[in-house]
C-alpha cells in the first residue's frame, strides 16, 4: 500500500523514514524504561537499545504487504506508530497491526483520529473492502479499541502461532466496506470540536455514536 502523508485536526500521520524515525520512536515510546513493556504484546524479544529496536523496524519495512505510519502532533513530535499488513490488493484486503501509542498520544483525540484515517484511506482512497484488526487474545485494552472503532469480533484462532516461547491464541476482528459509512460518520462526529466540553472531555461516546 502506498504511503502518503495525512493530516487530521489533531494528528498527522507520515510514511516511515528508517534514517530519521527509529530514534524519534524509542524515545516516544519510553525508550529503555518503558519501550518493552508498551510493545508487550507485539511479541518480540526484550530490547535493551535503539539498536535493538532498529532491527526490528527493519524487519517489518522489507516485508511485502506491509507499510509503517508514524503518528506525529501537529508540530511534528513522534506519538507512536502502525503498520498495514498482510495487504492483498487484488481482494481488497488490509489489515493494521504494530499498533504502539506512546504515553503523549493514548487516551486522546490524536488516538482516536489516528486510526479514523488509517481506516479511511484504506477504504475511501484505495476502495478496499475489508480491514482487519488482530491481537494477542489476552490482550484486553486492544480488543477493547477494536470494538469502540467499529470492528466486529470474529473469533479466536487457538494456538494460532508461538510468540517467545508462549503459545498465542490471536482474537480476529474486521470492518467492511459496507459497515465503513456508519462507522466514518461516527468518527467525524466524535471528532468534531462540538463534542468535547471546555475541559476536552467528550459529550458523547463513539459507540453511540455509531449505534445512533
Not at 526490528?56 to 498495514?84: K, P, Q, T
Not at 492483498?88 to 484515517?117: K, N
Not at 462507522?183 to 463534542?195: G, K, T
Amino acid at each position: 500500500m502506498t504511503a502518503a502523508q495525512l493530516v487530521g485536526r489533531y494528528v498527522a500521520i507520515d510514511p516511515f523514514d528508517a534514517e530519521r524515525d527509529p530514534p524519534l520512536l524509542w524515545e516516544a515510546l519510553g525508550g529503555e524504561a518503558q519501550i518493552n513493556e508498551r510493545l508487550r504484546w507485539f511479541g518480540w524479544e526484550p530490547m535493551r537499545r535503539l539498536a535493538d529496536f532498529r532491527v526490528h523496524l527493519d524487519g517489518m519495512a522489507v516485508n511485502d504487504g506491509e507499510a509503517i505510519n508514524v503518528f506525529r502532533d501537529l508540530r511534528g513530535a513522534v506519538l507512536g506508530m502502525a503498520s498495514y499488513l498482510s495487504t492483498v490488493a487484488e481482494h481488497g484486503v488490509t489489515e493494521v497491526g504494530y499498533v504502539a501509542h506512546g504515553p503523549a498520544m493514548s487516551r486522546t483525540p490524536a488516538s482516536t483520529e489516528a486510526h479514523y484515517l488509517l481506516a479511511q484511506r484504506a477504504f475511501d482512497t484505495f476502495g478496499y473492502r475489508r480491514y482487519e484488526w488482530k491481537c494477542n487474545a489476552g490482550n484486553l485494552p486492544s480488543r477493547r479499541a477494536a470494538e469502540r472503532m467499529g470492528f466486529v469480533y470474529e473469533g479466536t484462532f487457538r494456538q494460532q502461532r508461538v510468540a517467545r516461547d508462549r503459545n498465542r491464541d490471536t482474537a480476529w476482528f474486521s470492518m467492511t466496506d459496507g459497515e465503513w459509512p456508519a462507522c466514518r460518520d461516527a468518527f467525524e462526529a466524535w471528532l468534531s470540536p462540538d463534542n468535547f466540553d471546555p475541559r476536552g472531555c467528550q459529550k458523547r461516546r463513539l459507540e453511540d455514536l455509531r449505534r445512533a
